[in-house]
């Protein structure tokens, strides 16, 4: 499953083809001896009475033991930055994003967050006839 860095460029702009460069499968992120699994929690299970250790059970039933956990759950919203999960159907997403942004005489940001700011400035860059703005309830 492949996800851009840098992605806030990347849905605004082709420029140094970073749908190239910056598509990287998780599974590349680590090398032995790690390995990266991807999938979603069913439950996670300690003994009774214990401070650490205990396992993780996928929805596919895969058990995975732990002595610590890290529960780092990300997030995935419909947006812009929403991927689908073959890198020919990001790239497209890509295409598709790039070229409504050139089309666009105006653009609403919804968050005025880190990500937020960070798309307008991108925007304001490459579409400067566009008018971005950053809007945070």
């Keep these: 499953m492949p996800r851009p ?39 996670i299970q300690r003994p009774a009475g214990s401070q650490t250790g205990g396992h993780v059970t996928l929805e ?8 610590i956990l890290v529960l780092a759950t990300g997030s995935i919203w419909p947006t812009a930055i929403e ?13 598709e994003s790039r070229d409504g942004l050139k ?11 880190a990500v937020g700011v960070e798309l307008v400035g991108e925007i304001k860059h490459y579409h400067p006839v566009s008018r971005p703005s950053a809007e945070n309830e």
């Design 5 to 43: 860095v840098a992605q806030a460029r990347a849905i605004v702009t082709d420029e140094g083809k970073l749908e190239e460069n910056a598509l990287v499968a998780y599974d590349r992120f680590l090398t032995s001896p790690h390995t990266v699994v991807i999938g979603s929690v069913a439950s």
């Design 60 to 67: 596919d039933g895969s058990t995975f033991p732990f002595a």
């Design 83 to 95: 991927w689908p999960n073959t890198r020919k159907a990001v790239e497209e997403a890509l295409r």
């Design 103 to 113: 089309a666009a005489q105006s653009v609403v940001v919804a968050g005025g967050g």
